[in-house]
């Protein structure tokens, strides 16, 4: 009977999803406080529902229950247990209960954590919130159950796709989703407060920490992701501008634009129009990406279902949502005011370009991913749009991007002068360039390699100047004291924007140095790769628990020193009859050293890549300081007090305020 509870809760959540949809929005509408006051309760009880479906179909994985058609599908009964509880959202209806899980959980989260808000204004957030579920769950019970019975029960199943037997797959998911979800959260704040009106600071205070959860939750996603492509697929890649990659980097591109615009709102009141239209487009966004995965317009790893019954559904549901939101907004819009004005250099016009670029640059990946999709569907022939294009088109907008990072803080809100900035910034761009000259001139590296490290420095010693000056010894107090009175958005600030440029010089750094080198090789042979050496020293069988392997041993040396023992594996899932390579990689803080067998030859010999990776580490360093900045951020002490009228600051608490005034 797991099934049919887990099927029951699904129904039982819709019933609850529309009460709650509906009756809120009505009595914020009316004034009517009892059916405003029923949002939060239906909140609650709609997340216990998801949660014990969720909870029903995870029993099912970890029982082996074969009589339910999707875990027949996605598990079988060698597989791992850790592995049995990940199928659970291996395959499209499972991920789509997952979905639906992180919508409830986020929804009630709000319904926790709002307490401040005005109780009219959380009807409405969560009404929109509870609709969007109504949509994802009647989309799940009617096109994509997974507690569907099969009938007579299969003797085992088909077990999970090789390529998703990792840790990745149990991580990278929830992340994504947390993300992807999280931004419905942004969307319902926004369209809540243009049905209520409300479009001022504090409407961007609230919503602000919620959107920097979602965008840290998304970055760690986007980042699990592409480490795990890196180890496991073995081709030592980790971003290939996949469409379904794309999918999650768009929603970041526009989510970065939106914190920062938030920022502007809550601080100047400026950017409300901007801001508002951004929310949406980072949702509407996500929504797409599902409609990619979901659709079967796509042929990918990370597509999950290929019912373009499925596809049509969700693109008739992204076509309400949008629409009625852009409707909205179209509606409300000359309403909203242009709030504080601002000259046509200020910090509000730095931030605003560097949202322009965003904006322009989530475009061409979008542009870039659908294009290929809209000739097929026209019958005007196949064509694949891959790195050659994001790097011509992508790349260039993304400079300015970085130089505005660094001038950006020094510029004063209102109005400032390009001089005074340059002025304020002249021993970091001479710094910045040094470095690159030095990189050019004396390591002989490209321009590009040049470059790159001249932005990451221009980056990281611009946000050093910025700190120095907020902590110097004009200010009262020790450097403690001075250190303490920061707020943590203002560290968040720092730390995503430090992130940035150790990404940076990930990225140049790898692009710029990395080398790959095939040969064929039997035990006992040695092959040289720059300065080290590669010797085949052993191969061996080895049976894993629903796979058969081999696996060889490789020792690295560096002259008489023995530098690493790689162990890489050619593997053989027996149930899907499916060859998988698995990668060996010795990691430093450097480089890292990847080796991968490709298949068997003649006499003994196999393929064999070997790859050097410098500094590719720093890229995933980069991906984590950034989200801990955002968290960081979100946690501000500003965000978890009220909003309302309050008494006359201490001279400590003026202090204080001002320094916020400041921050990003």
């Known amino acids: 009977m797991i099934a049919e509870l887990g099927n029951f809760a699904l129904m039982l959540a819709l019933s609850i999803a529309l009460l709650q949809g509906s009756l809120p929005l009505i009595g914020a509408w009316r004034g ?29 994985f970890a029982q082996n229950d074969f009589s339910v058609g999707y875990v027949a599908a996605h598990s079988n009964s060698m597989l791992p247990l850790q592995y049995r509880i ?104 926004a369209v809540a407060a243009l049905l209520g009106g409300q479009l001022d600071a504090a409407w961007a205070r609230w919503s602000r920490p919620w959107t920097l959860v979602a965008w840290s939750f998304l970055t760690l996603g986007i980042f699990m992701g592409s480490f795990w492509a890196y180890y496991e697929l073995g081709w030592g890649g980790w971003w290939f501008w996949d469409a379904v990659e794309n999918a999650s980097f768009m929603p970041w591109l526009v989510g970065t634009a939106l914190v920062h615009s938030l920022a502007v709102t809550e601080k100047r009141g400026s950017f409300k129009s901007w801001t508002v239209l951004l929310a949406i487009l980072a949702f509407s966004l996500s929504l797409l990406g599902t409609f990619l995965v979901r659709s079967g317009v796509l042929t990918s790893v990370h597509a999950f279902a290929t019912d373009p019954q499925r596809g049509l559904f969700i693109l008739v549901f992204l076509a309400i949502v949008i629409g009625g939101a852009l409707g909205l907004y179209a509606w409300r819009a000359p309403s909203v005011g242009l ?122 010693l611009g946000t050093a100047l910025h700190l120095a000056q907020r902590l110097a010894p004009g200010q009262d107090g020790t450097l403690l004291l001075r250190i303490a009175r920061q707020p943590r958005s203002y560290w968040g600030m ?32 040695e092959v040289r790769s720059g300065e080290l050496r590669y010797s085949f020293t052993g191969l061996e069988k080895v049976d894993g628990p629903n796979y058969v392997a081999a696996r060889g041993t490789f020792e ?13 594996e050619k593997r053989y899932y027996t149930v899907q009859q499916m060859p998988m390579t698995e990668a060996a990689i010795d990691r430093g803080w450097s480089r890292d050293l990847y080796l991968s067998l ?25 991906c984590l300081i950034i989200a801990a900045g955002g968290f960081l951020a979100a946690s501000d002490r500003r965000y978890r007090i009220g909003t309302g009228a309050r008494q006359p600051a201490a001279p400590r608490r003026q202090i204080n305020t001002a320094v916020a005034e400041g921050v990003i």
């Open 32 to 60: 009517n406080a009892r059916w405003i006051a029923l949002a939060r309760p239906a909140a609650a009880a709609q997340a216990l529902a998801v949660a014990f479906a969720f909870g029903c179909l995870l029993f099912a």
């Open 86 to 189: 990940a199928g659970a959202w291996g395959g499209h209806e499972g991920s789509l209960l997952l979905w639906v899980l992180m919508l409830a959980l986020w929804t009630a989260a709000v319904a926790r954590y709002s307490s401040q808000l005005p109780d009219a204004m959380a009807a409405r957030v969560l009404g929109v919130l509870a609709l969007i579920s109504v949509g994802f769950l009647c989309f799940m019970l009617f096109t994509s159950n997974p507690f569907g019975r099969l009938l007579p029960a299969a003797r085992d199943g088909r077990d999970l796709n090789p390529l998703l037997q990792d840790l990745g797959m149990i991580i990278h998911p929830p992340l994504l989703y947390m993300g992807y979800v999280g931004f419905s959260v942004a969307f319902a704040f």
């Open 339 to 460: 709030g504080g004005g601002f000259a046509l250099f200020s910090r509000e016009s730095l931030l605003l370009l560097n949202n322009v670029l965003l904006l322009t640059a989530a475009a061409t990946v979008l542009l870039g991913t659908l294009y290929p999709l809209f000739l097929d569907a026209l019958g005007l022939g196949k064509i694949s749009v891959g790195p050659p294009y994001f790097d011509a088109v992508f790349v260039p907008l993304m400079l300015p991007v970085l130089l505005f990072m660094a001038a950006a803080p020094f510029a004063a809100w209102r109005s400032d002068s390009w001089r005074a900035v340059l002025r304020r910034l002249a021993w970091v761009a001479q710094a910045a360039l040094l470095a690159g000259g030095a990189a050019l001139l004396g390591w002989k590296a490209t321009p590009m390699v040049a470059g790159g490290l001249m932005l990451a420095v221009w980056i990281l």
């Open 494 to 525: 720092l730390a995503a924007h430090a992130g940035i440029a150790v990404f940076v010089v990930g990225v140049t750094l790898v692009k710029g140095g990395e080398t790959s080198q095939d040969a064929s090789m039997r035990v006992g042979d």
């Open 556 to 568: 690295v040396w560096r002259g008489e020193q023995r530098v690493a023992v790689l162990r890489p």
């Open 598 to 622: 490709g298949e068997p030859g003649r006499e003994g010999a196999w393929l064999v890549r070997i790859q050097h990776k410098p500094f590719v580490g720093w890229i995933w360093a980069g």
